[in-house]
């Protein structure tokens, strides 16, 4: 796996498209903080950490549904391996106007756009989502 962040927001687009109640995934602390971003956006119901057959350590992640639609809508990654896309804290674009979130990974640490633009903050977007 080359992208661990893509593996990510394409595990949570296929599991609420199936309408699953929870996702699987390898462990990591940069996908444990994106998720409790997620978590803190309203956009999942819980993170928790476990382990599977073989001992290694896992990501569940509960999916929410809001009257039977996904919360989440829809997830796209903006930088990729290939094409890194940094931005200063006042050129970050807005997601839907305003609807949405991108997350940047910057020297704090993973922070919304809204956190980025207060701490005055740039760095690498990594996704949108909405």
């Known amino acids: ?3 661990p962040i893509a593996d990510l927001l394409t595990r949570l687009r296929n599991g609420s498209r199936a309408r699953l109640d929870e996702c699987v995934m390898p462990h990591s602390k940069l996908k444990a903080s994106l998720a409790s971003i997620l978590k803190s956006e309203g956009y999942i119901n819980n993170v928790s950490e476990g382990a599977d057959e073989r001992g290694h350590k896992t990501l569940v992640i509960s999916l929410k549904y809001v009257g039977g639609t996904p919360a989440l809508t829809g997830l796209k990654r903006v ?52």
């Open 1 to 3: 796996m080359n992208d």
């Open 79 to 130: 930088s990729t391996p290939g094409r890194r896309l940094y931005f200063k804290y006042d050129d970050i674009p807005r997601v839907l106007n305003g609807l949405g979130i991108s997350i940047l990974s910057t020297s704090q640490g993973l922070l919304k756009d809204q956190d980025c633009r207060r701490n005055k903050a740039g760095g690498e977007l990594l996704c949108n989502i909405w």
